[in-house]
């Protein structure tokens, strides 16, 4: 019953934004963290952002501080990436996901999780 659905990717020049979302549904956003991750091609899976709604806790991985942002929207059980001033470097296919634990910064991304997402494609061209 539980499901998690991004969408939002598209393909975008160096220096522009996209704003992606998680929906969110068979399960309470204040019971779970949300994580963003992303794969580039030929590359390791990396977390990249996390929150915490009933805390109102976030972590950005250094290399998106300043340009990217997390943010959750409870009423809507939709958790969103807005990101901005984006690098060829960002391209990667991104996905959500949910656990229980908190987001207590870079080692949450290395807890397992219980449920992911399908991903959607951003691709920045330079």
């Known amino acids: 019953e539980v499901q998690l659905v991004e969408s939002g990717g598209g393909l975008v020049q160096a220096g522009g934004s996209l704003r992606l979302s998680c929906a969110v549904s068979?399960?309470?956003?204040?019971?779970?963290?949300i994580g963003w991750f992303r794969q580039a091609p030929g590359k390791e899976r990396e977390g990249v952002s996390c929150?915490?709604?009933?805390?109102?806790?976030?972590y950005h991985e250094d290399s998106v501080k300043g340009r990217f942002t997390i943010s959750s929207d409870n009423a809507k059980n939709t958790v969103y990436l807005q990101m901005n001033s984006l690098k060829p470097e960002d391209t990667a296919v991104y996905y959500c996901?949910?656990?229980?634990?908190?987001?207590?910064?870079?080692?949450?991304?290395?807890?397992?999780?219980?449920?992911w997402g399908k991903g959607t494609l951003v691709t920045v061209s330079s």
């Open positions: 068979g399960l309470i956003l204040d019971d779970y963290t």
């Open positions: 996901a949910a656990d229980l634990n908190y987001c207590s910064g870079r080692r949450y991304f290395d807890y397992a999780m219980d449920y």
């Open positions: 929150i915490s709604s009933s805390s109102d806790t976030t």
